[in-house]
């Protein structure tokens, strides 16, 4: 079956940078479009950030433009979030998604599979 596993979360100060992986198996990961997406306790699930299957094309929220930067290595079925300048808004767990059709989706319910998440925790 399709898995998608995050890692790279922990708690970092204000300022200081993160990345976080997501190893895909169980899909021809080079089919699908990826996606980063963040939910902070009692919100809703948020875009964060998306990659064409190629990795040519990237989209991002405005409010990670300039600091977070999606990238993907096909030959090991991974996709990146560098984050760097991180804010304590930034707080969430982070899930990774995948999704057939829907090139650089801001939406949820666009995305096929998800991860199970991985907790980013920003001190001020």
């Known amino acids: 079956q399709v898995q998608l596993v995050e890692s790279g979360g922990g708690l970092v100060q204000a300022g200081g940078s993160l990345r976080l992986s997501c190893v895909a198996s169980?899909?021809?990961?080079?089919?699908?479009?990826m996606g980063w997406f963040r939910q902070a306790p009692g919100k809703e699930r948020d875009f964060v950030a998306a990659v064409t299957r190629s990795g040519g094309s990237t989209a991002y929220a405005d409010s990670v433009k300039g600091r977070f930067a999606i990238s993907r290595v096909n030959a090991v079925n991974t996709v990146y979030l560098q984050m760097n300048s991180l804010k304590p808004e930034d707080t969430a767990v982070y899930y990774c998604?995948?999704?057939?059709?829907?090139?650089?989706?801001?939406?949820?319910?666009?995305?096929?599979?998800w991860g199970q998440g991985t907790q980013v925790t920003v001190s001020s």
């Open positions: 169980g899909l021809t990961f080079s089919n699908f479009h």
């Open positions: 998604a995948a999704t057939r059709y829907y090139s650089g989706s801001y939406y949820a319910r666009d995305y096929n599979y």
